[in-house]
């Protein structure tokens, strides 16, 4: 497929574009309706590749990866296509030539915010690999009309709002009236046998149908071409219409908006019974669309599902999407005559799990009394196969406490992360200290059952665009060092190991560092208000607010050196700027009163006159895909700063590693791999391992100790317990972290300091530092999204791509 493109050409189709849809010109055109037309103009474009891909798919006998998550983040679409395709040149010269600016249509367009983080972010990411790495695949999500919320802080506290993304998102999906599919909610089911015949009948169900609407995702050069099908819900009309007929106007009514709330928000608070039913009700909406889809397909272009797992992988992103498996069963068992052992043999051979978690209170459960209310007959297959699951562990071990642990209903519950593990060929974590707590911890009852099942990938990212798109001036240096190879195999990017040494390209990384700190500092002071020293250590923390990613180990460190400042404000200190990006669940109140804190102390810090020439405090708000775009490649520092064992993998870490940020970390997650890559005098690693932390635990935990005995660690608890903090008073923050602290921030605060004091004479050294920096950059290369989906389709999936 030939994307290439003449600026003539080009400014031949946005005229044809917004002639026929605006009845305007370039030349008197908005920039919103310029931006829908280039929008247009590429959908158009790839529909094209789409096309031809799928031809060359067909014609090789491809084998397909189906990738099921309730969250995909992929950001803004525009500038990642250009660059896709090699057209951001011709198209920033053909608008320039108009009078516009392609940095000003970029801004158009909202970010389809349709995930919450790190997992939103990954699917995205593997997506663009498989596209890259030429893989079918296609990703299933929800089309959430309103994305992740929008934060906004007001008085130093997050505030939410709606996240209205489709307005300015929805020109580059692409309805498929052809694929619509009916998902079946409550009703009762009825059962009977004919002749050694078993059939089942859904009565009295509410039918919702499920609309798909495509978005596509070229590799680099756009020979691939992959689509993110998002599902939309909507009543089914004739139920509806004879309710109204009926005179039942408030069922009628009902019906409706239940059908839309279904993909209406992401992740509705579950805090409550209604909250919990709706989160039920979309993940079973999701996975039945996905499967019915999935299973058409196979049936358009083969007479038989015997040979679904040579043509098919299907991959359960996290718990979430667990229903597709008894919703998988229940399309073959009712629908297609399977017997139960033949179903279940093809749901072993085509389905595979990745677990993103290591902590087992965030396992999903769902509550049998909803299951069996709101899905009857895929309750009935759920029962079924814990009957199953039983009775294979009790032969094979003749253990009762083994069998209730990997039941997949116990308790009134059933638990999906066992029936993923049950029923899948392969169960891999994420790093690979996630992956061994998998064994030894939290699946180490099944490990023992079927050893074969496990296995690790580590994560990775769409390094082409945390790298190539966001930071040209450290991928332009890197283009005249080595090359271009790096663009398409990242591990190239190692050649740069031999200029870490080299003061000619030092000084260029210190320059480019310097220009990417001024652009966000430009970027924090126009939308903040904040202004920012470029030549100050720009120290980043940016992900998911949650307790065990430990942003008050980092703020316990700034009130200490905040006071250690007031002490004494004509002493010699490296100025430093701690920036915080970061969303909080609406519902998690220990989180909400982080950011509070972090902002009281931002808006304390940074207009005290004593103070401020040496420290500053940002918290830049509604972080996402675009701000993490100007974000990342300016960070110096990186906080990864986790209890062991809690974080699985992270993402952020690879991101800003790739930027050349110097990692702050703990040995968790991926951080273990990332200080193997770089070596020891390359990174900064502080605190407890994992063992470590599971001794301190097992031989009791008292924060209060280390609260009474750490001077500095005392002197900033009481602050944050006893001090106005720009109006306000966190005494209930500071009581939680010395009487109960489950994230052992206390416990590593000592060290963390010493890990901040080591950044501070680093960065005092430039040419050390940005040998580090560069060192970080020449080593992730082994963190590429390309890297991890190669090991899923070599290991787990058994795929080839398509040439």
Not at 454 to 472: K, M
Not at 728 to 748: E, G, Q, R
């Amino acid at each position: 497929m030939d994307y290439s493109l003449t600026q003539k050409k080009l400014k031949e189709m946005l005229d044809g574009k917004l002639l026929h849809y605006y009845s305007q010109t370039v030349e008197t055109a908005t920039y919103e309706n310029v931006y829908r037309a280039l929008a247009m103009i590429l959908k158009d474009m790839l529909m094209d590749g789409r096309v031809e891909f799928k031809r060359r798919e067909r014609e090789q006998n491809a084998k397909r990866c189906y990738y099921l998550s309730m969250e995909f983040l992929p950001g803004r679409s525009m500038k990642n296509i250009l660059y896709a395709l090699g057209l951001e040149d011709v198209f920033a010269k053909t608008l320039k030539s108009a009078g516009l600016s392609l940095d000003r249509i970029y801004d158009c367009e909202p970010d389809a915010n349709l995930g919450n983080g790190g997992l939103g972010r990954l699917a995205s990411c593997y997506i663009d690999s498989m596209a890259n790495r030429s893989y079918s695949a296609i990703g299933y999500s929800i089309l959430y009309e309103y994305g992740i919320f929008k934060q906004k802080i007001a008085e130093n506290k997050q505030t939410t709002m709606p996240d209205t993304w489709l307005p300015g998102g929805e020109v580059w999906l692409a309805k498929k009236e052809d694929g619509i599919f009916e998902v079946r909610f409550e009703g009762s089911v009825y059962e009977s046998w004919d002749n050694g015949m078993h059939s089942i009948e859904h009565r009295d169900y509410v039918p919702i149908k499920a609309i798909p609407y495509d978005m596509y995702i070229p590799g680099k050069g756009g020979k691939a071409v992959n689509v993110l099908r998002l599902w939309t819900s909507q009543a089914d009309s004739g139920p509806v219409l004879d309710l109204f007929n009926s005179g039942e106007f408030v069922r009628a009514n009902e019906r409706l908006a239940m059908a839309k709330a279904v993909s209406q928000i992401l992740y509705p608070g579950d805090n409550n019974p209604e909250g919990k039913a709706l989160r039920l009700r979309q993940q079973y909406f999701l996975v039945s669309a996905s499967v019915q889809d999935i299973i058409h397909r196979h049936l358009k272009r083969n007479p038989t599902l015997a040979n679904l797992p040579d043509k098919v992988a299907i991959h359960i992103n996290d718990t979430h999407p667990s229903l597709a498996i008894p919703e998988f069963m229940r399309i073959l068992l009712d629908e297609c005559g399977y017997d139960w052992e033949g179903a279940w043999s093809l749901v072993g051979k085509c389905f595979a799990y990745t677990n993103h978690t290591v902590m087992s209170e965030a396992l999903e459960s769902w509550s049998c009394e909803v299951m069996e209310r709101l899905l009857p007959r895929i309750y009935m297959i759920l029962r079924e196969i814990d009957n199953r699951q039983r009775a294979y562990v009790w032969d094979k071990t003749h253990d009762a406490g083994l069998v209730e642990r990997t039941a997949v209903i116990s308790g009134g519950f059933v638990h999906m992360a066992n029936l993923d593990v049950a029923a899948c060929h392969s169960v891999n974590g994420v790093s690979e200290l996630h992956s061994r707590i998998l064994t030894d911890q939290l699946f180490s009852d099944f490990y023992k059952l079927e050893p074969e099942k496990f296995t690790n990938v580590t994560n990775g990212i769409t390094y082409r665009r945390w790298l190539g798109q966001d930071n040209p001036g450290l991928c332009g240096l890197i283009e005249s060092l080595i090359g271009k190879k790096f663009l398409t195999d990242a591990s190239a990017l190692e050649g740069l190991k031999k200029y870490t040494d080299d003061k000619a390209v030092l000084s260029k990384v210190i320059d480019i560092k310097k220009e990417n700190k001024r652009r966000l500092a430009e970027f924090v002071k126009r939308t903040q208000g904040v202004e920012l020293d470029p030549d100050s250590i720009f120290d980043v923390q940016a992900k998911r607010l949650h307790e065990y990613k430990r942003q008050t180990l980092n703020i316990l460190n700034i009130i200490d050196k905040y006071l250690t400042i007031k002490d004494d404000p004509n002493g010699n200190y490296t100025p430093h700027t701690y920036i915080f990006s970061a969303k909080a669940a609406p519902s998690y109140d220990i989180a909400l009163r982080i950011i509070n804190l972090i902002c009281s102390l931002s808006e304390l810090i940074n207009n005290d006159p004593d103070v401020n020439r040496f420290l500053k405090v940002v918290f830049i708000e509604n972080y996402c895909v675009t701000v993490a775009e100007t974000l990342l490649p300016a960070a110096d520092f990186s906080e990864q700063i986790s209890l062991a064992g809690k974080e699985a993998s992270g993402t952020s870490n690879m991101k800003l590693m790739i930027n050349g940020a110097v990692t702050i970390g703990t040995l968790d997650g991926a951080n273990i791999e990332i200080a193997e890559a770089v070596g020891d005098d390359n990174i900064i690693i502080f605190g407890m391992n994992r063992s470590e932390v599971e001794d301190l635990r097992f031989n009791g935990y008292r924060p209060q100790d280390l609260y009474a005995n750490n001077p500095a660690l005392h002197r900033a608890l009481d602050f944050m317990r006893t001090a106005d903090i720009a109006g306000a008073n966190f005494a209930d923050v500071a009581s939680y972290l010395i009487n109960s602290d489950p994230y052992m921030a206390l416990a590593d605060f000592a060290e963390y300091k010493m890990a901040q004091e080591k950044a501070e004479a680093l960065y005092s050294d430039p040419e050390r530092f940005a040998g580090c920096s560069l060192m970080n950059t020449a080593m992730a290369g082994r963190f590429s999204g390309d890297r991890s989906v190669t090991e899923y389709a070599d290991n787990i999936w058994h795929m080839k791509p398509v040439k």
